[in-house]
């Protein structure tokens, strides 16, 4: 799967439409509901930036593009279609909070927390990011903020430990975040009622109603494991370079068979970037089995992936390759990602 799925929270708006019932509301008027389906995105959101983090550092060594990574996953107050909901249920204090920190990254290391409010980056206020840049104008304007924020805390560290000036609890704290290189790409669940996980080069998306479907977190790290696998090979840069339809003609000749070999990479990569990261490589075959006899046709009967018997033949073949090498430091050499630097 490549498609690029919009992130798209004012779902949350047709997601929840139930009538609030006056007699069951909170005294502060919000809907219990409601606030409990935020929480859960926002576990669903914990869960899946937790092991992202965990795939981007352990796979460092074998990356030949690098980016700072923070193990920070930050919203902004636009992105909710209930403003007030948010508040209560995220900690949003003005802008930008801290939505997930993942274990043992520099965000934790420096003490952050999911609630914590960021005001400024480096002395920069969040407010004074400039958001009228072209490069956000593809972005709908909610997004656009989140973009500056998000580019700018990655250009600050790309120099040097970066200082952030959180609100907690009413109290304005300066904490230093230390620069850490690793695998690029970002991790974010998309509200959607379908079943689907993508990839757009920089960010991967699983929506929440496919992140319900995993047993637990070495499945989850399976399809996250494929959709990064795309980010790394730069398979959208590839396929817009030759020119392939990635829409309803894709599924035709020539298109249909580059996408299907950027499906086999993605793949056969997998199960690398999960075995590194300590993630049972035996879950992409336990998780793709059960999911493609579940759902039969769909995306496995198309001409741009393989039914899944043949995707669990490619895990075992890596599977296969990865036991007959020795790990160096714990992990294993993907032969898709040839280190150049
Ligand atoms: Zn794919």
Redesign the pocket.
């Known amino acids: 799967?490549?498609a690029m799925t919009r992130i798209c929270l004012s779902l949350l708006a047709l997601l929840f439409t139930a009538p609030l019932n006056a007699q069951d509301a909170p005294a502060d008027g919000l809907d219990p509901d409601t606030i409990l389906a935020f929480k859960g995105l926002q576990l669903l959101d914990q869960r899946m930036n937790a092991i992202g983090f965990r795939l981007v550092q352990a796979n460092t060594p074998y990356c030949a593009d690098k980016a700072p990574q923070t193990g920070l996953l930050l919203h902004d107050i636009d992105q909710y279609p209930d403003p007030a909901v948010a508040r209560f249920a995220l900690g949003f204090d003005g802008l930008v909070t801290v939505i997930a920190v993942a274990p043992d990254s520099p965000g934790a290391a420096a003490g952050l927390l999911p609630g914590d409010d960021i005001l400024a980056i480096n002395g920069v206020r969040i407010e004074n990011i400039p958001i009228d840049n072209p490069v956000y104008a593809s972005e709908p304007p909610e997004y656009r903020r989140i973009a500056a924020v998000n580019d700018r805390l990655e250009k600050a560290l790309t120099q040097e430990d970066t200082t952030l000036n959180i609100l907690r609890g009413g109290e304005q704290i300066p904490l230093t975040v230390a620069l850490r290189q690793a695998c690029p790409s970002r991790f974010q669940i998309a509200v959607s009622e379908d079943r689907e996980?993508s990839?757009n080069g920089k960010i991967v998306s699983v929506t929440s109603r496919m992140a319900e479907y995993f047993l637990n977190d070495d499945e989850f790290a399976a399809v996250i494991a494929?959709?990064l696998a795309?980010n790394l090979l730069h398979h959208r840069d590839r396929l817009d370079a030759q020119e392939v339809n990635r829409g309803f003609f894709g599924q035709f000749g020539k298109s249909a068979s580059r996408i299907k070999s950027?499906?086999v990479e993605?793949d056969r990569l997998s199960v690398w970037l999960m075995a590194n990261a300590g993630y049972d490589p035996q879950a992409a075959i336990r998780f793709w089995t059960r999911y493609g006899k579940e759902h039969g046709k769909g995306i496995f009967s198309a001409s741009t992936?393989y039914r899944w018997k043949k995707r669990v033949a490619l895990f075992e073949e890596e599977i296969e390759k990865m036991a007959k090498m020795e790990p160096v430091n714990g992990t294993y050499a993907p032969p898709l990602l040839t280190k150049t630097d």
Do not use: G, K, S
């Open positions: 799967m490549i996980a990839a494929h959709e795309h950027t499906e993605a992936h």
